[in-house]
């Protein structure tokens, strides 16, 4: 089982905890790996041809197919072996973390941090956060248990290698930022930030590697949630890595105009609507300096590369069965075009392979849709 970088905030599981937690992890990957093919199969050979007779054509969009195969008991098991594994997943976690929480809390104040913390008290949850658990975490990224709450950062920082079958990056969830760095590096050569702003920064997995490889760099990370914010505050400073985090939403940033040379978010924003979205390009764009980079790495992949309905209708099921609502509608949002409409100049797109070691002169950068595990989709764009 792939492990977390191993700072002092990682809450510890004992034996039977890390027991539960590889089953699952391992459950996860034998649905993910022997499971989900067989879907290929019956709506090739039993959904499809029926559909077909019926109707005197082929189905021509994702949803078709998948009301379709929302009939066929082969997809319904597979659909419910998909819906445990999730579930499962935190019930594991959420117990081994509630077991040493109020350990984690004390860890997470350090006594002279080099970042820094600033909550909101009167911070409102965007709608699109607040009705629903992401990804099925019970309480989401937001609520708080008790006062000085981190569980849910702590949660999602010993369940992510979990979520991503120990693929994102080995370390745990790294491998995005560090992808992040990859990108940067051989995209922008001369792109040295005072400035960088991580928006829907999470626990900082991917806020600590920019910091690392831009180590001149003032590096803040901003999200909604209070206990991811918390945790992550006591795990950068656990890391010996000075970021200042706040309250915000990308939305509305309490940044000045043109003040930073660097904005990016990681797999924030299939997790916010479809009005939120321009709103957080133009924010980009305003607190931008002139010249300023802008990217957006997402999930892989965009549906108008992935021809086959039934690819997509699979990718769907975090739309509908993993409370990720935004989920498909941003894998087919134009976000070149959205970058474009926000006043950014030099906009293009494209997949990044993910490395854990980022090296400058290093390609890992293709046009090309590539599903495969360990690519990124990114679109970027600078101010100017
Ligand atoms: C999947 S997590 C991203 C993790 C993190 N960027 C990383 O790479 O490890 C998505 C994050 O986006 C945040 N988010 C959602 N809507 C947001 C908004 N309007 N402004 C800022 N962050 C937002 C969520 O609270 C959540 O922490």
Excluded at 25 to 32: A, D, N
Excluded at 40 to 48: E, G, L, P, Q
Excluded at 320 to 330: A, S
Excluded at 360 to 380: E, I, L, N
Aim: glycine residues 8%; neutral net charge.
């Amino acid at each position: 089982m792939a492990e977390t970088l191993p700072h002092s905030m990682l809450p510890r599981a004992n034996h039977d905890e890390l027991a539960g937690q590889q089953f699952v992890q391992t459950m996860k990957m034998h649905v993910s790996s022997q499971i989900t093919a067989g879907n290929h199969k019956i709506y090739d050979h039993v959904a499809r041809p029926k559909f077909e007779k019926e109707h005197k054509r082929s189905p021509s969009t994702r949803h078709e197919v998948r009301h379709l195969m929302e009939a066929e008991p082969y997809h319904q098991m597979w659909g419910s072996l998909m819906r445990l594994g999730q579930e499962l997943m935190w019930d594991t976690i959420i117990d081994s973390v509630d077991r040493q929480l109020d350990d984690l809390i004390t860890r997470s104040q350090p006594k002279r941090p080099r970042g820094s913390l600033t909550l909101d008290p009167n911070f409102q949850q965007p709608r699109y956060l607040a009705a629903v658990d992401q990804h099925a975490q019970p309480g989401s990224y937001y609520t708080d248990t008790c006062d000085d709450d981190v569980r849910a950062g702590a949660v999602l920082d010993r369940g992510a290698s979990i979520y991503h079958f120990g693929r994102a990056g080995g370390n745990g969830m790294e491998g995005r930022g560090r992808t992040l760095v990859q990108f940067l590096y051989e995209k922008y050569p001369d792109l040295n930030p005072k400035t960088i702003l991580d928006i829907g920064c999470s626990v900082g997995a991917s806020t600590v590697p920019l910091a690392m490889f831009f180590p001149k760099a003032k590096v803040f990370g901003v999200d909604p949630g209070a206990p991811l914010l918390r945790y992550a505050h006591g795990r950068a400073e656990a890391l010996g890595v000075p970021i200042h985090y706040a309250q915000q939403s990308g939305e509305d940033l309490k940044f000045d105009d043109e003040s930073l040379d660097l904005v990016v978010s990681l797999v924030m924003l299939h997790e916010t609507s479809t009005k939120a979205l321009p709103r957080i390009m133009s924010e980009c764009y305003r607190l931008l300096k002139p010249g300023g980079v802008v990217v957006h790495l997402e999930v892989p992949v965009r549906y108008k590369h992935m021809p086959s309905l039934m690819e997509q209708t699979l990718r769907d099921w975090q739309t509908y069965y993993n409370d990720e609502p935004f989920w498909g509608r941003v894998c087919e949002t134009d976000l070149v075009g959205a970058l474009g409409a926000a006043g950014f100049r030099n906009v293009f797109e494209g997949y990044q392979r993910q490395t854990l070691d980022p090296r400058r002169g290093v390609s890992g950068f293709t046009k090309v849709a590539d599903s495969r595990p360990g690519h990124w989709y990114v679109a970027a764009g600078t101010k100017k």
